[in-house]
């Protein structure tokens, strides 16, 4: 009980601070997914098919995946850089009698927060524009907890990649040189299956694929693939792990 409670304490500084600006960051954090649902599915890919299916029905759970994958990662590292660099309110956290599992955790649930809220509006939009989509009450369930899922591995990469960069211009590089990338290039807008080989198996070593993989197959009717869902508990495991090392790290 001990743990869930300190979880609760760092979790709801965070979510006060989210209170005072939350209509700002969840419109903010909108802005970028619709206008790849629209330029990308509902314009550019009208009338196109992939995979036996329309473009933009493939498209959609791609940008869900990439929305919870933005906004989970940007809400849990920008909000604990901002805490370590500007309020030092970090260092009087690590100073504090709570376990080190509990500050990942409470700081990776702010993210995991608004990007749950970003994706699943992202995914009532898409259902709207895509009706081929299947919508049954056990396809939606597994859809939200993969997406839940999704988030929260992508909000420990968030906190571990924030533990371990210690500047804003580390932070920009990194976003540069590793999550644009990713962005494009991780079967969000584009079916693997139209790569060579070893493109492709290297992009399965990203976790943002199989995330996309994983809510693609549940709304498109596709077999569940065991081997994505594993893997991306495998990452999940990383930066669970990760985040634990650079902690430790940080509080010497």
């Known amino acids: 009980m001990n743990l869930f409670s300190d979880i609760y304490s760092v979790f709801w500084l965070d979510l006060r601070v989210m209170g005072r600006h939350w209509k700002s960051l969840i419109a903010t954090s909108l802005v970028l997914p619709l206008l790849y649902l629209v330029a990308f599915g509902y314009g550019l890919g009208r009338g196109i098919d992939v995979d036996g299916v329309s473009y933009l029905a493939f498209v959609i759970p791609g940008i869900v995946a990439l929305t919870a994958f933005s906004t ?4 849990a590292s920008s909000k604990l850089q901002v805490d370590k660099m500007y309020y030092k309110s ?3 956290l690590l100073m504090s009698p709570v376990s080190s599992y509990a500050i990942i955790i409470g700081k990776a649930l702010i993210g995991v927060l608004r990007g749950a809220i970003s994706a699943t509006a992202i995914y009532l939009a898409g259902l709207a524009l895509a009706p ?10 597994i859809f939200l907890m993969l997406m839940l899922l999704s988030c929260f591995v992508f909000a420990l990469f968030g906190v571990m990649v924030a533990l371990l960069i210690a500047s804003h211009h580390g932070m920009s590089n990194f976003s540069t040189l ?3 990338p990713m962005t494009f290039l991780c079967g969000t807008f584009f079916s693997l299956n139209q790569l060579p080989s070893i493109a492709k198996a290297v ?3 990203l ?5 996309a993989t994983l809510l693609r197959s549940t709304v498109l009717g596709l077999p569940f693939p065991w081997l994505s869902f594993v893997g991306f508990l495998i990452f999940g495991s990383a930066f669970f792990i990760g985040c634990v090392f650079a902690l430790k790290r940080s509080s010497v």
């Open 203 to 205: 992009l399965y070593f």
């Open 90 to 92: 970090f260092d009087e």
């Open 132 to 141: 081929t989509l299947l919508v049954s009450p056990l396809s939606s369930l």
């Open 207 to 211: 976790p943002l694929t199989h995330s």
């Open 72 to 75: 989970s990662f940007n809400g």
């Open 178 to 180: 590793v999550i644009l």
